[in-house]
């Protein structure tokens, strides 16, 4: 599951023991109508707009906390020719096959809802559905037959990751894992800031004082009783209190690290050995130091991360081809109508009890 679904799961399944009230204004949207249609399984369009209007509202509050502005969000360009309400109407119907798919493959795993999942997604929707206004309901379309079918979806989604993922390889050598420690000093030779907010390229004279400074940290670094042991941030203080020295760990794919400092570092082969030069990388001199030429923790996690990669690619390989073999109907007329525009607002807000009274998702 993506990151998207993984928060609407999460949401969904707070249902359980209720989901908050959802508010805004939408069109009228006849929520029995099929928004979708595999075999014997449909889906509403009532299910449908209150995953949907989940969606906005995570969407819009995770812009708003990061600071940025949600006016006119929907219909910028999301990069691929669509408007990003397109692409989030797109994304909403995919996940939906995905869910009926899942529904429909659950036998071939054992995976079932069991009564006591069956009783709990009943009561959530019917918390629900009491605690918001018949004019709320109304306008997202939904009752509670479309809570309870979309929280049974869920159900089976969060029930079939593992079971579908099971064979997956978990063994991973270490050289496929190897993530390399180091640690390094910086030395600017960014254009400088002026205060009228313009940038002033460093002369010649200016880049050689830094290129200068970083061989006087090199030279400190090689001269102290233990290399490999020094504090490389407190000798760079020695020469400028504003330096400082940071510790990373890599691998040979890595594209956040400056270039030239990844080709220095992957000279070194034994730890604690110092680079010999200055490295002078993009905007920057460096003195670099192997800290780990196998940092045992940092391999361990990138092993983790491996084997979620495999179970990840094994579980979507598995969707993609029983959508081949499927027949669905999306009725897009439909669909068509719930629409994503600054003028329809939505708001998640939890279950107030003593220990959440008064908090609340927003996404105004």
Known sequence: MNRVTKKLACAAMAGVIGIGLLSGCSKTIDGTKPLLTCGEDTVTMGTGNIMLRMNQAQMESYYAMMGGSTAGIWEQDAGDGTTYAESTKDMI??????????????????????????????????AFVEANTEETLTKLA?????????????????????PMTAEVDTNVEDSEAQQSKITYCRFSTSDKQNEDGTTTPLTDEEKQAKKDQAQQLLDKLNASADPAAADMDALAKEIDEELSAFDTTFDGEDTVLDEKVKEAALTLTEDGQVYEKVVEGESAYFVVRMDSVLDREATDEEKENIVEERKQEAYNDLLEGWEKDAKFTVNKKEWKKAELTDYDKYTIKQPETEETEGAEETAE
Request: glycine share 0%; no cysteine; hydrophobic share 30%.
């Open 93 to 126: 119907v995919q996940q939906l096959k995905n869910m009926v798919l899942l529904k429909q493959h659950a036998k071939d795993y054992d995976v079932t809802v069991t009564e006591d999942e069956q009783k709990k997604i009943e009561e959530s929707a019917k």
């Open 142 to 162: 939904v009752t509670q037959d479309d809570i309870e079918n979309l929280l049974t979806l869920y159900t089976y989604q969060e029930k079939m990751y593992e």
